[in-house]
């Protein structure tokens, strides 16, 4: 770690904790040349394996962008996109894998969203499987409704 003060390569760790459900680590660092204090914020990064075998690093925003789409016209709020995000993230890091493929992270979004809006879970539902037909929509939207074909109380 390098001072941003002095530019010098060493420093030591006077204090660490845990932030943001420890999903980060904050420290405080003295340089050992100018004796300057600074602090720096470690966190460790989610990468996304994509179908093409391209990785990028996992974004909230990319998921809320995909998931806002599916929502359009759709009486669903900012702040509820963002909750969704949120637990998709760390339903992602919670595999405890550094990488993930995009469809673990598509079938995280799905579980969410369906509790959230249906007809959104449904357009999303129908790009991210793919969906071809008629019969398709007619058999999610069978599953939707459960075993006794009655819509689950909202």
Do not use: N, W
Not at 35 to 44: M, Y
């Amino acid at each position: 770690m390098r001072c941003p003060f002095c530019r010098h390569s060493d420093c030591r760790v006077i204090d660490s904790r845990e932030v943001d459900d420890g999903q980060a680590t904050r420290r405080r660092r003295s340089c050992v040349a100018c004796g300057r204090r600074f602090t720096t914020v470690e966190e460790a990064v989610l990468a996304v394996v994509k179908r093409s075998g391209v990785t990028e690093q996992f974004s909230r925003e990319k998921v809320v962008r995909g998931v806002r789409r599916a929502c359009q016209g759709r009486p669903v709020d900012e702040d509820a996109l963002q909750q969704l995000a949120h637990a998709v993230e760390e339903a992602v890091r919670a595999r405890g894998a550094a990488e993930v493929p995009s469809h673990e992270v598509g079938l995280a979004i799905l579980g969410p969203l369906r509790d959230l809006d249906e007809v959104a879970y449904l357009r999303f539902a129908s790009v991210y499987r793919s969906f071809t037909s008629i019969e398709d929509f007619e058999k999610e939207i069978a599953d939707l409704r459960g075993p006794e074909g009655v819509p689950p109380p909202a």
